[in-house]
Nanobody, 120 residues
């Protein structure tokens, strides 16, 4: 059974930091690109950061570049999102998403989300 379980969300003041974690199970984690998305109230879900399976390539949305860092530990089947210099506009539900290729089939898995609230 595939599971993606996010943790680490919460309430933080503007300028503060949080680290989100996403623990994965039920699929080959090291062969999966991992992504963090977020969705604010009344807005569409947006891609925040991506990391390749080996962890050797990352990409970020312009809005979070130089503030957020995505990383992964393939021994622990966990992906992280370090968020620094948080702004009120970072307030959203953050979702972990995996893209897994197995036997030529692309599968996408989502976590349940974790709320991040940044107060001004």
């Amino acid at each position: 059974q595939v599971q993606l379980v996010e943790s680490g969300g919460g309430l933080v003041q503007s300028g503060g930091s949080l680290r989100l974690s996403c623990a994965a199970s039920g699929f080959t984690f090291s062969r999966s690109a991992m992504n963090w998305y977020r969705q604010a109230v009344g807005k569409e879900r947006e891609l925040v950061a991506t990391i390749a399976g080996a962890g050797d390539s990352t990409n970020y949305a312009d809005s979070v570049k130089n503030r957020f860092t995505i990383s992964r530990d393939n021994d622990k089947n966990t992906v992280y999102l370090q968020m620094n210099s948080l702004k009120p506009e970072d307030t959203a539900v953050y979702y972990c998403m995996a893209v897994n290729w197995s036997w030529g089939v692309r599968r996408v898995y989502w976590g349940q989300g974790t709320q991040v609230t940044v107060s001004s």
